[in-house]
């Protein structure tokens, strides 16, 4: 009923309404409570119409389903809109969790936290290949240390990303493998080969200004 | 018939690709450079695509054959300024490039094939 052309600008109204109040965090239950307090009025303009018993009771029954289906289009739209919320903030999310920092010229960090999947990994791949081409960097490193588990698949996705800055002219070393995670790693038969990898970011950057001409000394 | 210009430069050839590539310009470019390097006796080929924005999985394999020719006549191949996207589609494609070395532009690129040459050089 509700679906129906007649009731398209109720609709919008209602969606437009819905949208703000998920947006201002007004709950679902007093959104769908706004459109049943309809059902008074409604009902007590029926009344008045005096209409015979068998009459009344059906126009009654058609308001109270009209109401229902007006409330329940509310929630739904209310919930479509909080979803479509949580949607974009997961994205900005996604977006922020893997910056690339330059931290010396020719150098670069991309420290990694959170289980890489393969969205994510597009994501970082992109990011990191643009910072490659503005700050024209030969080393990259890779740091896991934030990443839980490192299984067949997220080594394939970090393999992906080492061959494709090899691509640009860039080197890339991984960083932050943890005891434990090498001993897995070994166990699934799991090899970064020719990659090379450091236990800590401290060794990695140690190997990076290395790679790239830098000597870091101890002032006397 | 349209060629892509390849340069000599000291050692080495310098190959810009300036126009988007399709299968035959890739085959004609192939046989040139092989015909350049035995011909000026080059020991290094530089190719430049950083205003290549589109590889298909033909011309990406044709890079890496083209390396591996020019390896066997006793030239080292530099591939440089690749585009992330199409570093992202090469690696996407399975593609997997031996012989071929990459730099991030020109400048480095002379820089590294001067390096791998120094090197054989020295071993000889």
Redesign the interface.
């Known amino acids: 009923m509700v679906l129906s052309a007649v009731w398209q600008d109720t609709r919008e109204f209602l969606i437009t309404l819905s949208k703000n109040w998920a947006a201002v965090g007004v709950s679902s239950g007093q959104a769908a409570r706004f459109v049943f307090s309809l059902k008074q009025s409604v009902f007590e303009i029926i009344a008045k119409e005096q209409l015979k018993a068998e009459l009344h009771n059906n126009v009654v029954w058609d308001a109270n389903i009209l109401i229902d289906e007006l409330g329940l289009f509310v929630i739904e739209m209310y919930q479509k809109s909080r979803e479509d919320i949580i949607k974009r903030q997961q994205q900005e999310l996604l977006e922020l969790s893997t910056p690339v920092v330059k931290i010396w010229n020719g150098i670069l960090i991309l420290p990694l936290i959170g289980t890489l999947d393969s969205a994510r990994t597009q994501i970082v791949?992109?990011n990191l290949?643009?910072s490659?081409?503005d700050t024209?960097s030969?080393i990259a490193i890779i740091d896991i240390t934030g990443v839980p588990t490192v299984d067949t698949l997220v080594a394939q996705h970090l393999l992906?990303t080492v061959?494709?800055?090899?691509?640009?002219?860039?080197q890339c070393v991984i960083s932050g493998i943890r005891p434990q995670i090498a001993q897995t790693m070994v166990h699934l038969g799991v090899t970064f080969s020719d990659v090379v990898t450091k236990a800590t970011l401290a060794d990695a950057l140690f190997y990076a200004f290395n790679a790239v001409g830098f000597a870091v000394q101890k002032k006397s | 018939m349209e060629h892509i210009p390849i340069l000599k430069v000291g050692d080495f050839l310098l190959v810009t690709i300036q126009v988007d590539m399709h299968d035959r310009l890739v085959m004609q470019l192939q046989d040139d450079v092989c015909q350049r390097v035995v011909k000026d006796k080059a020991k290094g080929v530089l190719i430049d695509i950083s205003s290549l924005e589109v590889v298909d999985s033909f011309i990406g394999r044709m890079l890496g054959t083209i390396a591996t020719m020019t390896k066997t006549l006793g030239a080292e191949t530099v591939v440089v300024g690749m585009r992330p996207a199409v570093a992202i589609t090469i690696v996407e494609l399975g593609l997997k490039l031996e012989n071929v070395h990459t730099a991030l532009n020109v400048d480095r690129g002379i820089a590294l094939l001067q390096s791998l040459v120094y090197q054989k050089d020295a071993m000889q």
């Open positions: 791949l992109e290949l643009q490659i081409v024209e030969s992906k061959s494709a800055a090899r691509l640009m002219g860039t």
